[in-house]
């Protein structure tokens, strides 16, 4: 009798034990270090390919969107679909799959959107290689593998549908900027003289912003070279300023330059220096945040999502405003009619002066991270070490926005009103996004 | 046994002497073994933290060679110089073998950063001296300082360094020097070209020519040796000499440009600053004159020499740029600036430049036409040195280039990708370590050198079987008889190993002579002109700076072929000319002598006069290229239209000229005073029309001309009201209203008038252009019928190409008109109409397979048969595509990344190989799929067709357009077909606009020249006009004596001694005849 017991007792054993599904690898999905990853490996594919500022926005809007549209299915009540929220975003279809892992499924579905936007598809490779085998450390079962990949490729595809009518294509085939003579308005500057970035970006489908010339900026000052005059008193200020920096102003302005492609002239050799952008280093700052907010994996997601969203409306407002004032950089006047040999610290970026666009952007950024994570969430930004530049610490997000917004007066790339311009069209942005925009219920 | 051991000696000696052979041709070198020659010289160099690529921008530009005869033993020695080593001086020794007495001639032995070097006889004592230029490295060498070197020939095989004596102890970056004598005293002055050293960063504009800079500035010294002292003085503001820090002086020779007996100079610069071309005005200043000679230059001018290149008596100029040749290096390399660039350095006031050779080749009115292209000699790679010299004595000059540089800075990967973010360290600290491996990084590639044969009538062969030499990077290099037998041998120095000394070994069946000339006073330029027996002329200066930091025997070399020379006429230095009569031996002296000279006339008979109409056309400016990035043309400077024909009936012709976009059409009535502006209110309503082309006709049949005006433009799209065509009724008095009525509204290019029906009035054809915004594709062309009522309709609309030009005219048996239409990227069309009454096109019988970017049409019996022949005027042979039937350019246009744009992308053969015409940058800017497709220039560069560049397979393309053709032909009517002739080889110089056949005279006048093609294709500016004899055959009788700046798009007969010349963007000129 007992020995039957005893054996009845022991298979018990046997089948719950063995019929316990493995869910050590569900934990170790949960870790939001699996995202950030993605996000940086996308940051250095973005910075290999060398993305303009606004097209970088775009890069990393729609990778976002469509891990979070994935993502939120493991919580769907907590987190709110964009569509809906952005423009004609339309509901995925939910998946039906019982063996989907929606964190992983969310980074297929990064992965497959980043793929798609960048160029050096054999960076990619090697970072999904890597990524595979780590998943399988964990002892990811292989539907779980299957089904999630699947899933989340789904909702890439759902996304990149979407993302192919935002007129990024059309775009390509608009006429360059043709140079007018007037020395009111923006010209190539020195020293490669590009043709102006994106003069059509105000065509591109914002995202929540109901259009892109949604928060016009006040008119720049009225272009006036006599001595004493409001224009000329700021032109005049970003000459001087740039003989008498101090230290910090110049780490300042070095430490906001994210210019993703300066040249360096050495005869006929030339050097190429690249780095994350504007968006990049928000982008960054947010991985900061998170962490430092110890956010878990769909917080993270939540976070990158929303910061994303900013800069990409951010971007379109800025270009707009560029665009429409062709305002002259005033490196071209100060070489003219002050000194040829006078050099801003800042190589002078590509497209016109007014307004800055890391006053807007940084500012759309700033707002969000801060209805994000509060007011006075103090960080160390670590963003640029890896670019050869030193951390920064800041008291809020606000702070370090108003930082970058002053620094390109240091850096020499911008008058004072393109700054302050700068930060209230950002501001008006981030507060709207903010406003309209919801993903996380109450 | 030791007679053997001798023997055996001998023989390893002799085996010793050459190691390797180059062949091009007949012309044969062998490179000396050093252990014969006893030269083993290297200009070695050795990264140093302070001295390297990074540092110094010229650190690759490698060393000179000066060759000359210091101990006047008739055997030319050598001296080279080094960068990082020291100079050496090698005495001939006879039998081309060297020794080294940079010791023993008490020569500076102080391994110091040399350029260029000079030999010349300073101080008029008989000795030739040697001049070095070199770098600033003051701070480098503990105090020693390295400025410039003159050392003075003391005529016992030794040197003094007298520079500091002689005021010639110049402190600062130069390259090089030249001795001639400037203001005819008898001594030698010096010109000593420096360069700048800061990069390329802003370009400023060209005020800052007018600065001085102290180190990188030119210089000129006068010799005071006249004077009686041993000294030069600076003379350089008041010479007029630039000093500014604009210039990277690299190229320097002398040369009488003008033929005014003084010598002028020529400076190439590298980068964005024009070379400049100092006239000697012969009161002791020069006046710097580069664009009034030439129309463009090479941009990275490295190198420069001058010689006669076909016979002509003429001098023609070469300069070396760094255009590569090999299509898979060209495709990731930067390249020629783009167009928005050109017109940035264009509005800052830069002259017009070009990254490649350049061969400007002087035509009989003095002016020179650039021939580069057209003999395929304007791609070398990095070149620099450039030696014009018969090398095979077979009568023609030929050309050697040196070239290689040791690390390519300007590989497109290396700068994007290679030198990455790591980079970013660079920048703020870790400097010196990170240069060693940014430089370690560059890509390198050993090159051989070019020697291009001149097989005569400007064929220079192709660079394949131009090849000179072993793989190397080569430099400075010069020529000389070294063995005196009577051919040049060459000596090159190379970087990081041993110079060359290549021995002639090319056959004695060619005669040479050798000239030494002799007078007291300086012969540094004097002009030497060798007759030929076979009527041939060659023309060579006693100069002796030229190609790169070198400087040549002071010999004059000349190849005869199997002739002999009947006379010497020598112009000296003070500008007397002296008649030598042969027979004469193979080595020469010509001593001055007063006794043997005449007066020499120069006479150049000017056939023509021209005088100019002060109206101007204005084209307005449109840049086609910014918005569709892949075109190689402009469609929107075509005009102007014009017609010249009696408005208002009293019997003298009248003048109307199209204007373009906001600019009125005009027309000039003809009175007894001249032409008076008409006053026509439509005119000035329509001017916001662009009008491209125009025709006379009767359109309501009342006897006086109305006019048919085409509307163009590539700004607007189709159906555009801008774009619609114009008639303009006349009403006998030249007072002209607009008809309202409908017509076509595309980007018209031609109208022409018939009356295809008979009825009494005139129907049209009117050809249309393009497709705005969709550059290849065809739009509709319209055959118009006159319904007399005030209407007109097209009674046929086909899509015939992109169209330029049509003409009505009976052609074949039958007695009816047909249209004749070509355009580009077309065949020669036909339409005729067939016995139902419709309205077929066809190929030109017997020139069906001629696809060309054809201008202009004119139909003219030649040879008087009373058959209809053909001209057609294309673009010419003097240009970067050279089609043939076998290897076409083509056309794909399609829409290949669907974004609702065509795309038109060209492949063409570049030096045997396809490749895309557009860069991957240009391409990826309108297709983002191509930065996708080939993220690295490297794989780009591999492409070779248009289904590896997009994944599209040719048979999916929606439409492919090819050029087999683009010599300007003439098609002799036979009757049954027609036979193709091109037109003689000097018309194919440039771009044909348009012709008149002068019936009387048998003379076809042709002109043309274009700036309509986009940078990379270079403006068409060799030729502006010209007459063709037709007897039989066409001849080229002579080019038209014009400006060099003009575009002419329109020749007409005014009357029997006049010709109008209609230009595009410029006034109207009056060429009259005055000669017969």
Known sequence: MIKKINFKIILLFVLTISCTPNTEYIEKLENPELFQDAMQNLTDVIVYDIFSPPVASRVYAYPSIAAYETMRFSKPKKFITLSGQVKELEQVKSPEDKNINFNLAALYAFNKVGRALIFSEDKMDSFDEIFYKKIKSFKTPRRVIKSSKKYGEFVADHVLEWAKYDNYNQTRTYPKYTIREPENFWKPTPPDYMDGIEPHWNKIRTLVIKSAGMFPSKPPIKFDLTKGSPFQNQLQQVYEIGENLSDEQIEMAKFWDCNPYVTHHRGHAMFATKKITPGGHWIGITSVATRKAKSNFSETINAYVNVSISLFDGFISCWDEKWKTLVVRPETLINKYYDEEWLPILQTPPFPEYTSGHSVISRAAAVTLTDLFGENFNFVDTTELKYGLPERSFNSFIHASEEAAISRLYGGIHYMMAIEEGVTQGNKVGVFIVDNLQTKSN | ?1076
């Open chain 2, 1 to 1076: 046994m030791k007679k053997i051991l001798i023997l055996f000696f001998c023989l390893i000696f002799i085996n010793c002497k050459n190691s390797n052979k180059t062949q091009i041709h007949d012309i044969l070198f062998e490179s000396l073994d050093s252990n014969y020659s006893g030269i083993d010289f290297i200009n070695q160099l050795t990264y140093k933290p302070y001295l390297n690529i990074i540092e110094y921008l010229y650190y690759y530009n490698g060393g000179g060679v000066a060759v000359g005869d210091i101990n006047n033993d008739g055997l030319e020695d050598i001296f080279f110089t080094a960068n990082q080593e020291i100079d050496r001086l090698y005495l001939n020794m006879g039998n081309l073998q060297f020794r080294d007495i940079t010791k023993q001639a008490k020569l500076d032995l102080f391994p110091s950063w040399s350029n260029g070097v000079t030999m010349d006889d300073v101080n008029n004592d008989g000795f030739i001296d040697i001049y070095v230029s070199k770098l600033p490295m003051e701070g480098l060498f503990k105090n020693q300082s390295t400025h410039n070197l003159l050392y003075i020939n003391n005529g016992d095989l030794t040197f003094t360094e007298s520079s500091s004596d002689y005021g010639l102890d110049f402190l600062g970056f130069s390259t090089q020097s030249t001795f001639f004598d400037y203001d005819r005293d008898g001594d030698l002055d010096m010109y000593l070209m420096n360069h700048a050293t800061h990069s390329v960063r802003s370009y400023g504009t060209t005020k800052k020519r007018k600065e001085k800079d102290s180190i990188s500035g030119d210089r000129f010294y006068e010799n005071l040796l006249d004077e009686g002292k041993n000294k030069f003085i600076e003379v350089t503001d008041k010479s007029g000499i630039l000093s500014s820090p604009l210039g990277y002086g690299l190229a320097l020779t002398t040369t009488d440009i003008n033929d005014d007996g003084w010598l002028d100079i020529y400076v190439g610069n590298d980068f964005h600053e024009n070379d400049y071309l100092y006239i000697n005005n012969g009161d002791k200043t020069f006046t710097e004159s580069f664009k009034k000679y030439f129309k463009h230059s090479s941009r990275f001018t490295m190198g420069v020499d001058v010689a006669d290149l076909n016979e002509d008596g003429k001098l023609d100029i070469f300069t070396t740029d760094m255009m590569p040749f090999d299509s898979k290096i060209a495709l990731k390399s930067g390249g020629e600036d783009t167009d928005k660039l050109t017109k940035i350095k264009s509005d800052y006031g830069f002259e017009p430049q070009y990254s490649r050779n350049h061969f400007h080749l002087k035509k009989p009115y003095g002016d020179y036409a650039e021939i580069g292209l057209l003999t395929k000699t304007y791609a070398t790679d990095w070149s620099w040195s450039v030696l014009l010299q018969d090398y095979d004595n077979d009568g023609n000059n030929d050309i050697f280039i040196s070239n290689g540089i040791a690390k390519r800075p300007n590989d497109l990967d290396y700068i994007n990708y290679l030198s990455t973010s790591n980079y970013s360290s660079f920048v703020l600290t870790k400097q010196n370590e990170m240069k060693e491996e940014l430089i370690n990084q560059m890509p390198e590639l050993k090159i051989p050198n070019i020697l291009f044969k001149n097989k005569g009538m400007l064929d220079f062969g192709n660079i394949k079987e131009s090849f000179f030499g072993d793989p190397s990077y080569s430099n400075g290099s010069a020529y000389s008889d070294l063995d005196n037998d009577g051919d040049l041998d060459l000596i090159v120095n190379n970087i990081n190993s041993i110079a060359s000394i290549l021995e002639n070994k090319t056959s004695k069946e060619n005669k040479s002579l050798t000239i030494e000339l002799k007078n007291k006073k300086a012969i540094k330029g004097s002009r030497v002109t060798v007759f030929k027996s076979n009527n041939k002329v060659d023309v060579k200066e006693a100069i002796t700076t030229r190609g790169f930091q070198s400087s040549t025997t002071h010999r004059l070399h000349f190849g005869l072929g199997k002739s002999i020379v009947d006379s010497i006429s020598v112009r000296w230095a003070d500008g007397k000319t002296q008649i030598v009569n042969g027979p004469f031996k193979e080595k020469i002296q010509i001593i001055y002598n007063s006794g043997k000279f005449k007066e020499e006339s120069i006479d150049v008979k000017n056939n023509f006069s021209l005088s100019v109409l002060p109206f101007k056309h204005e084209e307005d400016i449109y840049l086609d290229y910014e918005r569709e990035k892949l075109i190689p043309e402009l469609l929107s400077s075509e005009g102007p239209a014009f017609l010249l024909a009696d408005f208002n009936n009293d019997k003298m012709l009248d003048i109307f000229i199209g204007g373009a976009r906001y600019r009125p059409s005009q027309i000039l009535i003809a009175t007894k005073l001249g032409y008076e502006l008409a006053d026509i209110n439509d005119f000035r309503i329509d001017q916001k029309y662009e009008d491209v082309s125009a025709a006379t006709f009767d359109a309501d049949n009342d006897g006086d001309m109305d006019i048919y005006v085409v509307s163009g433009g590539n700004d607007y799209k189709e159906n555009d009201e801008l774009m619609m065509d114009r008639i303009y009724i006349n009403d006998g008095n030249a007072n002209f209203s607009r008809l309202s009525v409908a017509l076509p509204s595309t980007n018209g290019s031609v109208v022409v008038s018939h009356d295809i029906d008979d009825d009494g009035y005139d129907d049209l054809f009117v050809g249309s252009r393009s497709i705005p915004g969709g550059y290849g594709l065809s739009p509709y062309s319209f055959i118009i019928k006159n319904t007399r009522d005030g209407n007109f309709e097209p009674i046929v609309q086909s899509r015939l190409g992109m169209v330029t030009d049509a003409k009505w005219g009976n052609i074949d048996m039958d007695p009816e008109f047909e249209l004749i239409v070509v355009g580009d990227w077309t065949p020669i069309i036909v339409i005729d109409e067939n016995e139902d009454g419709k309205f077929v096109a066809s190929k030109l019988k017997g020139g069906e397979n001629y696809y060309g970017l054809w201008n202009t049409i004119e139909l003219a019996d030649l040879n008087d048969d009373g058959k209809s022949d053909i001209l057609v005027g294309n673009t010419g042979k003097n240009f970067k595509w050279q089609p043939t039937i076998e290897s076409p350019v083509y056309l794909y246009v399609d829409d290949f990344d669907e974004n609702e744009q065509s795309d038109p992308i060209i492949f063409y053969d570049f030096f045997g190989t396809y490749r895309p015409f557009n860069t991957k940058d240009n391409l990826g800017s309108q297709m983002p799929m191509i930065k996708k497709r080939f993220n690295k220039y490297k794989d780009f560069s591999k492409v070779e067709t248009i289904e590896n560049l997009t994944g599209k397979k040719e048979k999916n393309i929606l439409e492919i357009k090819k050029l087999t053709e683009l010599k300007s032909m003439l098609f002799i009517n036979k009757g049954e077909d027609f036979d193709p002739t091109p037109l003689p080889f000097e018309a194919q110089w440039s771009s044909i606009q348009d012709f008149f056949w002068d019936k009387e005279t048998e003379e076809i006048f042709y002109v043309g020249n274009s700036e309509e093609f986009v940078t990379e294709l270079g403006a068409q500016s060799a030729n502006p006009g010209g007459i063709i004899e037709f007897d039989n055959q066409a001849i080229h009788k002579e080019f038209l004596p014009l400006p060099i700046n003009l575009n002419l798009r329109r020749v007409i007969k005014l009357n029997n001694d006049n010709m109008l010349l209609i230009a595009n963007n410029d006034y109207i000129y009056i060429l009259k005849r005055i000669n017969d």
